[in-house]
């Protein structure tokens, strides 16, 4: 398996994205390739592909790092494997990417949300180091 960063916003790069996004949140989003030009022109936005032996992608993540008053952090976002190979090892290695990806920029942390409801996602940021934070977590919808 091997990871890629992600630096063309090609129409099968917006259908991959789009294909991971309804696994993700469990409806088609419409993702398009002008979307995907606009996350692409973030230089703090970082896509990466995963891709088994045969060439397939079989996951995505996005790696954000920014840097405020606290000090550069890292968000992981939009962390899905195919349902296909999901239980292989593959959603470990993605991770341990995103990890090792944040401290090569000097992010004092790496941050990620997971609904509850996803048992082994959540089992296995915890076998991986991650802590749960004491927050709550806040969210206005602005798009209406």
């Known amino acids: 398996m091997r990871i890629e960063r992600i630096n063309h916003g090609s129409p099968d790069t917006a259908k991959t994205v ?27 936005t970082n896509l990466f592909f ?23 952090k890292a968000w992981a976002e939009d962390f899905v494997v195919d349902d296909r190979v999901q239980g292989k090892g593959i959603g470990r290695i993605m991770m341990e990417h995103a990890i090792q990806f944040a401290k090569a920029q000097k992010a004092s942390a790496l941050m990620l949300t997971s609904r509850p409801s996803r048992l082994a996602a959540n089992g296995l940021y915890r076998k991986m180091g991650f802590e749960q934070k004491n927050t709550n977590v806040y969210q206005m919808n602005l798009s209406e």
């Open 50 to 72: 995963a891709y088994d032996e045969a060439g397939t992608v079989v996951g995505m993540i996005t790696v954000v790092v920014y840097e405020v008053i606290t000090g550069k």
């Open 18 to 44: 789009n294909g991971f996004l309804q696994t993700l949140v469990g409806k088609d989003v419409g993702f398009t390739r002008a979307q995907l030009e606009t996350v692409m022109a973030d230089a703090n």
